[in-house]
Each structure stands twice: as structure tokens, then as C-alpha cells.
């Protein structure tokens, strides 16, 4: 049971545009987003997250929206830059559930210079 | 910022062995770590989680007798993995968090290699 679904597995983007990862979830229950980098052999590295109270979260060139009727959340990268070539994963939980992340399957991101 | 210092970054084990994997909060205090592992271009699945001084609680379908965790410090959690098969090799991430601010940080991850 995918609680967490990110349907497109890679996304190529030009330099300087924007980029557009999207992520869907079936519980309704989830309070809390957040999306994460992540190079091969390392640890997740923290983007950018959302509460279930906001529709859209901004940090410079990250911004995050969600939509909690459409069970559906976006990062957009803009203008995205061949460094944020890697793995997102966005991430949700319930606050009152010990606050454990359940990932989705991650898309891969490459910005072409 | 918070920082999770993961131990060993990389391991190679022969089957049957067991092997243990440190994940430790150098600037603030784990009351709860989650352990998760990832195979190849695969997401990041909850194993457990454990707060400080009491058992962890595992996911469905993760055995607790092969991967054993200890979270008896508020600064240390660690995961064996006893009698290693090589269905076990895996990438193995530890993510900690503070009770006092709404946070996840993740260590630099383990990769298992049993042979």
C-alpha cells in the first residue's frame, strides 16, 4: 500500500527553467510534507516542507504547494540549476503518529546546462 | 545545525555474520530515530522506530529478531543485523528527531554488502 506516490520517475528540465516534481498521497491523515534531495550513497538532505494548514510554502528558489482536497503536493525549482540534478523524494506524516516519514518513490531530476 | 553522524558508511560482511550500524546526534538530543533502508532505485522504507530507553516499534513484514535496535542514549541508536544473508545487503539511513522542534535529520547512510 504506496501511501506516498511519485508517478513520474525522472523529469528533464533546461537550465534556467523551471522545474515541476509532483507527489500524491492517499491518507488523508498526513499533517505534514516535506521534500528531500538525495545523491546516490548519501543521506536525504532536507528541502523544504509544508503543514497541512498552508497552501504553499516558499525558501528562495524552492516553493512547495499543496492541495489537501486533490491529496496533492508540487515542488516547483525555478530557475533550476544543473546542481539540483538528483533524487526528490517528498515525505508526509501524521503528527500524532510518533511523526514517522513515509517516503514516496522518488523522481529524478536532471537540469541540462 | 543538527547533524546525525552515521557509522560505517560502507560494510562488507560474509553471510551469517552480524553487523553493527551507529547512528549518532552530535548537537541535540534523538529522543526518536527512525531506521530505513533503500535498495536500488527504490524509496526509502520505514524499518523502525525507537525512542530513547524504550523498544522500538517495527514496521509490518520487518523481523525484529534479525535487525535489533538499541536506542539506549539520547545521543546513540544502533542496528545489527544478526545472521546477514545477502537478501540483507541494502542501503541503510538513520533519521533522527528532537522532540523540541518538528525536524528530521538524516544520517549519511550504511551501505551493506553481504557476500
Known amino acids: 500500500d504506496q501511501q506516498v506516490k511519485q508517478n513520474s520517475p525522472s523529469l528533464s528540465v533546461q537550465e534556467g527553467r523551471i522545474s515541476i516534481l509532483n507527489c500524491d498521497y492517499t491518507?488523508?491523515?498526513?499533517?505534514?510534507f516535506l521534500w528531500y534531495k538525495k545523491y546516490p550513497a548519501e543521506g536525504p538532505t532536507f528541502l523544504i516542507s509544508i503543514s497541512s494548514i498552508k497552501d504553499k510554502n516558499e525558501d528562495g528558489r524552492f516553493t512547495v504547494f499543496l492541495n489537501k482536497s486533490a491529496k496533492h503536493l508540487s515542488l516547483h525549482i525555478v530557475p533550476s540549476q544543473p546542481g539540483d540534478s538528483a533524487v526528490y523524494f517528498c515525505?508526509?506524516?501524521?503528527?500524532?503518529?510518533?511523526?514517522?516519514?513515509?517516503f514516496g518513490q522518488g523522481t529524478t531530476l536532471q537540469v541540462k546546462p | 545545525g543538527a547533524v546525525v553522524s552515521q557509522h560505517p558508511s560502507w560494510v562488507i560482511c560474509k553471510s551469517g555474520t552480524s553487523v553493527k550500524i551507529e547512528c549518532r546526534s552530535l548537537?541535540?538530543?534523538?529522543?526518536?530515530m527512525f531506521w530505513y533502508r533503500q535498495f536500488p532505485k527504490k524509496s526509502l522504507m520505514l524499518m523502525a522506530t525507537s525512542n530513547e530507553g524504550s523498544k522500538a516499534t517495527y514496521e509490518q513484514g520487518v523481523e525484529k529478531d534479525k535487525f535489533l535496535i538499541n536506542h539506549a542514549s539520547l545521543t546513540l541508536s544502533t542496528l545489527t543485523v544478526t545472521s546477514a544473508h545477502p537478501e540483507d545487503s541494502s542501503f541503510y539511513i538513520c533519521s533522527a528527531r528532537d522532540r523540541a522542534w518538528y525536524g528530521y535529520t538524516f544520517g549519511s547512510g550504511t551501505r551493506l554488502t553481504v557476500v
Open positions: 548537537d541535540f538530543q534523538a529522543t526518536t
Open positions: 515525505a508526509a506524516s501524521r503528527s500524532s503518529n510518533t511523526g514517522k516519514l513515509i
Open positions: 491518507n488523508s491523515m498526513f499533517d505534514y
